[in-house]
Structure formats: structure tokens, C-alpha cells
């Protein structure tokens, strides 16, 4: 999921946009009662990102992994990938007198030569792109721009509902020995594990049914992100080659993530571990073996065992919020002498490089998140995301919700009113990088400058007075 901009919507009308990301998935999620049907909705919301663009591929130095549902958003964004094998063909491209099946079964075909060169065997290679399926819907989501983004706080009030931290509880509770073994072994607590399995597939509800295989391929053709889904294609090549999985069962979202918590095959193969001792890796029907290697991923991407993520803060009477950009990181101590203080009073945790966080803004609550809260992030490059998993870890703990109001009378502006506001910004001299709709660091630093130039709050936050503003100068 990217950075895609919705207007700020009542929480029906939220559902209806959900159903109909439900109905527009490249494979329908498993049929339930009505009675689940709130809780499909929360999952499917909660792949989304918000405020922040995830990152689009996976790699052992910076590991992401996709969100489960995240359909349109997750892909619609990310940056091209160049191809490092053979050429794709694009479905609309300078072959297109060529029939599509055609194409297909061309690149299909010389994809086989170079895995095999690569040490895929012939017999698992069969297996997998015998009776491979080109599938158009796949590509519809992946160059899908979806024109408004949600507000953190709609995100919030899906992700982290009541009834998914009561529902959350239990689970836990059903695999508590599990979660906490794991959260022995890698140092990241069980509520943690938890919320991402909560978040990505409703507890294993919500996995996705779409063949990895085909849809990894489909990608690959395409050509948009022909490297990345190359790599990743024959990352589930080597996983079919491991007898992790077989081809039938390896299926999950439409963009590649798979499993109880949505790894990318580059990231199963990297991170992923036997937990329950059957001789497999599966994150698939095992969701021991999935929080296991959720844990291992966190713990691997810098996992601070011992060290909470942060905590919700009260920031002093003029207090400079242009200091809250997540790149000033201080000690707690060293907040704690400018005056930050915790919601409820208590001392600040112990971080050392602790950064306040304003994801409303400077209306709206305020956060101190240290190196954990970012390690959240490499699983989702999503401060909305790691807001949610902490948020959510907090209260499946028997933590509080967040105590201060958020600014729900602000719309979100749509994506073209982000690129009115980047090139409003840019002919103005502050530099926000390309107008793309997405208002990434870059297009928050320049809003800041902005605002410090005309002498109002420099939190960054883009709305629709400060694009009107930004208008009329």
C-alpha cells in the first residue's frame, strides 16, 4: 500500500468503500456469516496505508512485507522497478498486434529458461508454470490510482475498534504458549505479534485466495514492476522447490503477500521458520509458524527487545511542533526537560532516540515513538500502520486508547489537491519534489517551510486552508 489520499469519510460511508475494495479483489476473500462481515471489513481496511507510502519491494537490508489486502493501494503507487532479466512486453505495448495469450506464454517460456539457469528444477518448474494463468484483473489493481486517501483517525477507528481488540484477546489466547515462545525466542512481544496478524488478515480470516503463482507472473508480464515481480516469482519458486508449500496451496493477495501476517516470498525465504516442528515453514494453515516468523522479521530488522514503541504525550505550551518530523531524535530525558510529558502523567519511557509524532498534526494527538516504532515500519512503510500495530499491541495489553481528541471536522485532500498543493509549493520555492498526490517527507518538509514562512504552526499537516492559502499567494 503507497501513500493514496482519501477525503475524511463518516464511518458507513467508509464501509461502502471497503465492500466495494472487497468486491474489486483480484480473488474474493472466503465467504462468512454476516455476522463477520464487520470484522472483513476492518481487515480489508486495515492493508491500506494511509499517510505514508509502504515500500514496494522486499530485500534483506530494508525487509518489507506486502499487506495482505492491500490491493490498489499497496501497488497503485510504487515506483517502477527496471527488469533485470528478460524484457517484458507490456499487454498494450509495441507488440500488441501479437495476441495477449500469445505474449503470455512468451515470456512465461523464457522466464522458465532463466529460473532453470538459477537452479529451479525442472519438475518444480513444471509444477508451476504448466498451467500458469495470465490474470487481467490483477493488473487493473495494480495500475489503479485510487483518488482519495483516509484519515488516520478513520484508519484508527477500523484497525484498532473495539471489537478487534476483543476479538484480538482471544486469539492471542488460543495461541498464547505459541506467541509467547516466540516472543521468548525473539524478543518481540506476543500483543506485537499479534496486532500484525490482527491487522493483515483479521486473525487469519482475511489471507487472500489469489495464486501467488499466477499472480507474481501476471505482474512480471506486465512490465510496470517487471524486476521486483520477477524476483519475487522466483522467490515462490524456491519455496515450492523447499516443500514448504505445493502451488495449489500457495495463494494469498493479488499483489504477492501471503499467510497469516502477508510475507512476500523474498521475505518467507529470508525470515521464515518452523516453529511448530512439522518439517515446514508454513505461514499458511500454521499461524504458529507465522507469528514465529513475523517475530524473526522484526527481530532481524532491529528489534529492541525490552523497548516499548513509545507512548501517547502532552507537549508543552509553545512547543515548536516543526520539531516533529521524525528525523530530530532525542532521549527521553532530554524531552522530558522540554517539557514533553505522558498523557497520563507517568515518566516517559526509556528511549534514546526518541522522535514526536503528529499524525493529525498539530490539533490532534501527539506521540513519542523511538527505534521500535520504526522497525514496525520496515514491515510497513506506514507511520498510520505502525501507529495501528502499536496502538493496537497497546490495548490487546490492557493499555488505554488514545487519550487525546482528533480533528475530525478536517477533510483529507484528494490526491489532485495534493498535487495542487506540491506544485503550488514547488513555484514557490519549496522544493517538494515531482507533484505525484502523495504527500510523502519531502512534500512535508516544504510545507513546513512554508508555513514558517508565513509564521503559523510548522506541523506539516496538509489541508484545505493551507492549499487555499498557498492559491491565493
Keep these: 500500500m503507497r501513500a493514496p489520499f482519501v477525503s475524511t469519510l463518516h464511518i458507513a460511508a467508509l464501509a461502502g468503500l471497503i465492500a466495494a475494495a472487497l468486491a474489486g479483489c483480484a480473488s474474493a476473500p472466503p465467504p462468512r456469516a454476516a455476522a463477520n462481515a464487520a470484522s472483513a471489513a476492518e481487515s480489508v481496511a486495515a492493508a491500506a496505508s494511509v499517510t505514508e507510502a509502504p515500500a514496494a519491494t522486499a530485500s534483506a537490508a530494508t525487509p518489507p512485507a506486502g499487506t495482505a489486502m492491500a490491493a490498489a493501494d499497496t501497488a497503485a503507487s510504487a515506483p517502477a522497478a527496471s527488469d533485470s532479466g528478460a524484457a517484458a512486453v507490456a499487454p498494450g505495448g509495441a507488440d500488441e498486434a501479437v495476441p495477449l495469450e500469445r505474449r503470455f506464454a512468451d515470456w512465461v517460456a523464457q522466464f522458465r529458461t532463466d529460473a ?28 489503479a490510482q485510487p483518488e482519495f486517501t483516509r484519515s488516520v483517525w478513520d484508519y484508527l477507528d477500523i484497525t484498532v475498534s473495539p471489537q478487534r481488540v476483543t476479538r484480538g484477546q482471544a486469539r492471542l489466547q488460543q495461541v498464547r504458549a505459541s506467541a509467547d515462545d516466540a516472543a521468548a525466542r525473539y524478543g518481540v512481544p ?12 483479521n486473525f487469519g480470516e482475511l489471507m ?33 522447490q523447499s516443500g514448504d508449500v505445493d502451488r495449489a496451496h500457495m495463494v494469498g493477495s493479488w499483489a504477492g503477500a501471503m499467510g497469516h501476517t502477508q510475507l512476500l516470498p523474498s521475505n518467507v525465504l529470508l525470515y521464515a521458520v518452523d516453529a511448530d516442528g512439522d518439517g515446514r515453514r508454513d505461514i499458511w494453515t500454521s499461524a504458529v509458524d507465522a507469528l514465529a516468523s513475523t517475530a524473526n522479521f522484526l527481530a532481524r530488522a532491529g528489534w529492541r527487545s525490552g ?11 509553545g512547543f515548536d511542533v516543526g520539531r516533529a518530523d521524525g528525523a530530530l531524535r532525542l532521549s527521553s530525558a532530554q524531552w522530558a526537560a522540554d517539557g514533553v510529558r505522558t498523557a497520563d502523567g507517568s515518566p516517559l519511557p526509556a528511549l534514546d532516540e526518541g522522535a514526536i509524532l503528529l499524525p493529525a498534526g498539530a490539533r490532534g494527538p501527539a506521540f513519542l515513538v523511538g527505534p ?21 499491541a497497546q490495548r490487546l495489553a490492557g493499555g488505554p486508547a488514545v487519550q487525546g481528541a482528533w480533528p475530525r471536522d478536517l477533510a483529507a485532500l484528494s490526491r489532485a489537491q495534493v498535487v495542487a498543493m506540491q506544485s503550488a509549493l514547488n513555484a514557490r520555492g519549496f522544493d517538494s519534489g515531482a507533484p505525484d498526490g502523495l504527500p510523502g517527507p519531502a512534500t512535508r518538509d516544504a510545507l513546513r517551510r512554508y508555513q514558517r514562512s508565513i509564521g503559523v504552526a510548522a506541523d506539516g499537516y496538509p489541508t484545505l486552508q493551507l492549499l487555499q492559502q498557498l492559491q491565493g499567494d
Design 208 to 240: 487472500g485466495s489469489t495464486s501467488t503463482i499466477d499472480a507474481l507472473a501476471t505482474l512480471g508480464f506486465d512490465g510496470r514492476r517487471a524486476g521486483w515481480a520477477r524476483s519475487e516469482l522466483l522467490a515462490a519458486l524456491k519455496i515450492l
Design 307 to 317: 523497548e516499548p514503541w513509545g507512548t501517547e504525550v502532552q507537549l508543552p505550551a
Design 116 to 143: 532453470q539457469a538459477q537452479g529451479i528444477a525442472d519438475a518444480t518448474l513444471s509444477a508451476a508454470l504448466d498451467d500458469v494463468h495470465y490474470l487481467p484483473r490483477v493488473v487493473e489493481l495494480d495500475r
Design 190 to 201: 506476543a500483543t506485537v505479534l499479534a496486532a500484525i496478524w490482527g491487522i493483515e488478515s
Design 372 to 392: 521500535n516504532f520504526r522497525v514496525i515500519q520496515r514491515y510497513n512503510n506506514s507511520i498510520s500502520y505502525a501507529l495501528a500495530v502499536s496502538l493496537l
